[in-house]
């Protein structure tokens, strides 16, 4: 069986820290009622995040007009226990690539932005670490 071939549309530099270099991608986020996140962000990837988008709490007021009942929170196992997570409606914009997905963000506790593979699942990428660059394919 051959391989496929990509093409980088679009490529970002790996940000850096003190322990290591992460990936990240550039998204534009809007709430439900279509109204734009003030703040274009660039957000680590996190395949070990199995949801959406993690949101500090902050960020999350943006979105609770789109906030789904308490019955379809989520909850994920971290080494630190179990943690809760309000969820709401949002529209993400990766590279003209729009579609709809969810905003979590911890119901105690601050939250942090990450990620995670239900988002990562919608797109082809290519995590070069090499090179620390992280390249939305087609």
Avoid: H, Q
């Avoid at 490529?11 to 109204?35: F, H, Q, R, W």
């Avoid at 196992?77 to 997905?101: C, H, P, Q, W, Y």
């Amino acid at each position: 069986m051959v391989g496929r071939i990509y093409k980088a549309k679009k490529c970002l530099k790996y940000m850096e820290n003190e322990a290591t270099s992460y990936p990240v991608l550039k998204l534009k986020l809007y709430n439900i009622l279509g109204m734009e996140f003030p703040e274009e962000m660039e957000v680590p990837i996190d395949t070990g995040f199995e949801g959406s988008l993690m949101l500090r709490n902050e960020d999350y007021r943006f979105f609770m007009i789109g906030e789904l009942p308490r019955d379809f929170w989520r909850t994920y196992s971290t080494l630190a226990g179990s943690i809760i997570m309000r969820i709401a409606k949002a529209i993400v914009v990766i590279d003209n690539i729009k579609f709809e997905t969810y905003v979590e963000t911890p119901y105690l506790g601050y939250g942090r932005r990450l990620i995670g593979r239900e988002i990562l699942n919608n797109l082809t990428l290519i995590l070069d670490g090499l090179r620390k660059k992280c390249c939305i394919v087609y």
